[in-house]
């Protein structure tokens, strides 16, 4: 590079590239994720450039109003944080992301994955949301959500859409259960071609750790991300009476995370939620699954006039955030994107992408006429004809001649 790196990126694609420069292999590569063959996360970005702007020449307003509210929190713009489980990212890590989300006046989820505690979190950013898995016994999910609530979290988001997939075709890291002398000796190699983040971690006297603090029962030693992915694999799948109980013991804003299907969205209507996301886990789950902007359509459609809507899975510039609103979501969740950002420049490399989403959606709403992102609707984009996915609604048609029960099976998807 000719000139001197301006330690500011000007979007979230060059954060990625300065992440992949940054990180170990191992840590970039858990952050790429994915599963089998990449085929969702990709579609998840891809599908917003498929929805083309019909921007105006002349008639635009002065002055544009960014601001709404999730679940009853007021945010300066429609973009919050999803909550990822991530180690060895940044020494501060969530701690980090929530003052940056707290600077720019927005809200921060918090995984029970993650690797700093709920009580620290909450205090760097009040307006902390809690995501919980369905993993573990009842008492153990009730004694984590009261120390949730005991910390401050504002809200709970449950994210049920994980199937336990294995494998990508591009292959896996592979990641210590604990940071041992033996580990540190194998990520050795790696850890000294990465000077800037080897240096991180030496000046601020601490080791990546691996273990999930919120997941701690009274009196124990926190568990291992390993442990916790194993206690989770055993916990029997929830029932949708089981989502209703969770909602209950919580008590105060709920937020289903990982809906794609019409169906769904009605149940979780019907459960009581106050929110969900329609949400592919970025892309994590099951391979194949549509980009969650494809689906968003219809789900808003069915349920958006009785809960709120978010949107997650792909968004990366503030363009995909006017394209979300104008297709239904109240606000989206930012996943890949901050974690970016962190890896290329800590607290303040996640403001940097908070502001470039911040900076894009002004310009779309700008340059599409309008005055505040509720005026963003469908008639500011050529949308393509087979864009949009409808899950769940009964939407494929039986085979004339298909048995009874075969019928029955295809008008479910
Ligand atoms: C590395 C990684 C870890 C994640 N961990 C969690 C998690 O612990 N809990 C959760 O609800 N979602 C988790 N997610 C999913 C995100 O919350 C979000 O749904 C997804 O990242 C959105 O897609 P995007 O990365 O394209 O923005 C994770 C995603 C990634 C990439």
């Avoid at 330690?7 to 694609?13: D, G, Y």
């Avoid at 635009?60 to 991530?86: C, K, N, Q, Y």
């Avoid at 709920?254 to 019409?262: I, P």
Wanted: aromatic share 8%; glycine share 10%.
């Amino acid at each position: 590079m000719p000139w001197k790196q301006n330690p500011w990126f000007e979007t979230v694609l060059e954060a990625q590239r300065r992440a992949e420069k940054r990180l170990p292999p191992s840590v970039y590569a858990a952050l790429v994720a994915g599963s089998e063959r990449g085929r969702t996360p990709q579609d998840n970005t891809d599908a917003f450039a498929e929805l083309e702007f019909a921007p105006h020449v002349a008639g635009h307003s002065p002055e544009r109003d960014l601001a709404t509210t999730v679940l009853g929190i007021p945010v300066s713009m429609p973009v919050i944080i999803s909550p990822t489980g991530v180690q060895a990212v940044h020494p501060d890590g969530e701690v980090a992301v929530a003052r940056a989300a707290a600077n720019r006046g927005t809200i921060m989820g918090l995984s029970s994955f993650a690797s700093k505690s709920v009580e620290e979190v909450a205090q760097a950013n009040p307006n902390t949301f809690y995501q919980m898995y369905w993993t573990g016994s009842r008492e153990q999910m009730m004694q984590r959500m009261e120390r949730a609530h005991a910390a401050g979290a504002k809200a709970l988001i449950a994210t049920l859409d994980w199937s336990f997939s294995i494998g990508r075709d591009w292959g896996s890291p592979a990641i210590p259960e604990r940071l041992n002398f033996k580990a540190m000796v194998d990520m050795a190699p790696e850890a000294i071609r990465r000077p800037k983040w080897l240096t991180s971690y030496l000046k601020s006297g601490t080791l990546p750790d691996l273990t999930t603090p919120n997941l701690q029962a009274p009196g124990q030693a926190a568990p291992t991300f390993f442990g916790a992915y194993g206690e989770w694999q055993q916990t029997p799948p929830p029932t949708w009476e089981d989502v209703e109980w969770l909602r209950k013991e919580w008590g105060g804003p709920f937020l289903l995370k990982g809906v794609t299907r019409v169906d769904d969205a009605k149940r979780a209507v019907d459960a009581g939620v106050h929110a969900i996301s329609v949400s592919n886990h970025g892309g994590n789950n099951l391979d194949t699954t549509p980009a969650t902007i494809r689906c968003l359509p219809a789900v808003a459609d069915a349920v958006g006039d009785q809960i709120e809507v978010l949107l997650d899975g792909g968004v990366r510039r503030g363009g995909d955030v006017a394209k979300a609103l104008a297709l239904g979501a109240r606000a989206v969740m930012i996943g890949r994107a901050y974690l970016w950002g962190l890896a290329a420049n800590g607290q303040t490399g996640v403001e940097n992408v908070l502001d470039l989403l911040r900076m894009g959606l002004d310009s779309a709403v700008l340059g599409l006429g309008h005055s505040s992102i509720g005026e963003l609707s469908r008639d500011d984009f050529y949308i393509p004809e087979d864009f949009e996915r409808v899950l769940g609604a009964g939407s494929v048609a039986a085979p004339v001649a298909a048995p009874a029960a075969d019928s029955a099976a295809a008008a479910e998807v």
